[in-house]
Nanobody
């Protein structure tokens, strides 16, 4: 599975961005597709995830009410709509695909495939 993330950029506080992650190869499987983010010197942090077949989603507490994960199975693409952005949201955002058990959804080590990352910078 190859993942191609896009949509990052520079935005002001309170602004919005939508990230996209297009998957190719092996996408008919019931992969969980997830978003993580990482800042220099820190570990990758779970943001949100979407399961293909059930459509169920989960997200980190710090993005609830601001970020929404969705997917278009016909396009093999997962999206992360980010609203009300804050400076602390500045990070490289990565998409990932895997088949974690439910208790491991937020663990980076549970994912097999990773996209290249897209930079999101929120200026104050």
């Amino acid at each position: 599975v190859q993942l191609q993330a896009s949509g990052g950029g520079l935005v002001q506080v309170g602004g919005s961005l939508r990230l996209s992650c297009a998957a190719s190869g092996g996408t008919s499987r019931d992969y969980v597709m997830a978003w993580f983010r990482q800042t220099p010197g820190n570990e990758r942090e779970f943001v949100a995830a979407s399961r293909r077949n059930s459509g169920s989603t989960t997200s980190a507490d710090f993005v609830k009410g601001r970020f929404t994960v969705s997917r278009d199975n016909a396009k093999n693409t997962v999206y992360l709509q980010m609203n009300s952005l804050k400076p602390e949201d500045t990070a490289v955002y990565y998409c990932a695909a895997g088949r974690p058990i439910s208790t491991m959804t937020s663990s980076p080590e549970a994912y097999y495939y990773w996209g290249q990352g897209t930079q999101v910078t929120v200026s104050s």
